[in-house]
């Protein structure tokens, strides 16, 4: 917990600028609801050739809401650093749940793993967009270092689960006859 709070108060003090302040609120914004992450299935799923690869990021989003908001969040129950350490500024509205584990890093990361493990090479914008998201998280003092590191092995674990899930179900690439 020590080197977590040392982690956040290194970020405030040395990396906290305007263009963070304006930038990051906007990156975390991303990942509220795992909008990006379903938009980025649905357009997926429109298409024969990448049906697979939507399926899988619908999947590892789900459960990780499961995994994460549903379960470990109220089980672990670890109060956010913005509610201990009330002296730091907030940039966006305080959440009002938990902070372990990190949702927006979770399901960043499942998304970003069910395209990997999909053999999509949406992989690599998406890891740079979730790396980015787990970093806001920390900047915004919102998550503490470990909540973001356990969002993101379980955020792969959960990614690797749907797109395993998805091909033993074997998602059809059918095309209609006319």
């Given at each position: 917990?020590?080197?977590?709070?040392?982690?956040?108060?290194?970020?405030?003090?040395?990396?906290?600028?305007?263009?963070?302040?304006?930038?990051?609120?906007?990156?975390?914004?991303?990942?509220?609801?795992?909008?990006?992450?379903?938009?980025?299935?649905?357009?997926?799923?429109?298409?024969?050739?990448?049906?697979?690869?939507?399926?899988?990021?619908?999947?590892?989003?789900?459960?990780?809401?499961?995994?994460?908001?549903?379960?470990?969040?109220?089980?672990?129950?670890?109060?956010?650093?913005?509610?201990?350490?009330?002296?730091?500024?907030?940039?966006?509205?305080?959440?009002?749940?938990?902070?372990?584990?990190?949702?927006?890093?979770?399901?960043?990361?499942?998304a970003t793993s069910a395209l990997y493990?999909?053999?999509?090479?949406?992989?690599?914008?998406?890891?740079?967009?979730?790396?980015?998201?787990?970093?806001?998280?920390?900047?915004?003092?919102?998550?503490?270092?470990?909540?973001?590191?356990?969002?993101?092995?379980?955020?792969?674990?959960?990614?690797?689960?749907?797109?395993?899930?998805?091909?033993?179900?074997?998602?059809?690439?059918?095309?209609?006859?006319?």
């Amino acid at each position: 917990m020590e080197l977590d709070v040392a982690i956040l108060n290194m970020i405030q003090s040395h990396l906290r600028c305007g263009f963070f302040d304006i930038v990051m609120p906007i990156i975390s914004s991303l990942g509220n609801q795992g909008a990006i992450w379903l938009l980025c299935s649905a357009i997926l799923l429109l298409f024969p050739k990448t049906r697979q690869a939507g399926a899988s990021v619908l999947a590892g989003v789900i459960l990780e809401v499961l995994c994460c908001n549903i379960f470990l969040k109220p089980f672990v129950a670890r109060p956010r650093p913005c509610d201990v350490n009330t002296a730091v500024q907030l940039l966006i509205e305080k959440p009002t749940d938990f902070s372990f584990p990190s949702g927006h890093t979770a399901c960043a990361f499942a998304a970003t793993s069910a395209l990997y493990f999909s053999k999509n090479r949406l992989w690599i914008p998406a890891l740079v967009l979730s790396v980015l998201i787990g970093f806001s998280r920390l900047y915004l003092y919102v998550h503490y270092p470990s909540d973001v590191l356990a969002g993101v092995l379980i955020g792969i674990m959960l990614g690797w689960l749907g797109s395993t899930a998805t091909k033993c179900i074997k998602i059809q690439n059918y095309k209609r006859k006319v």
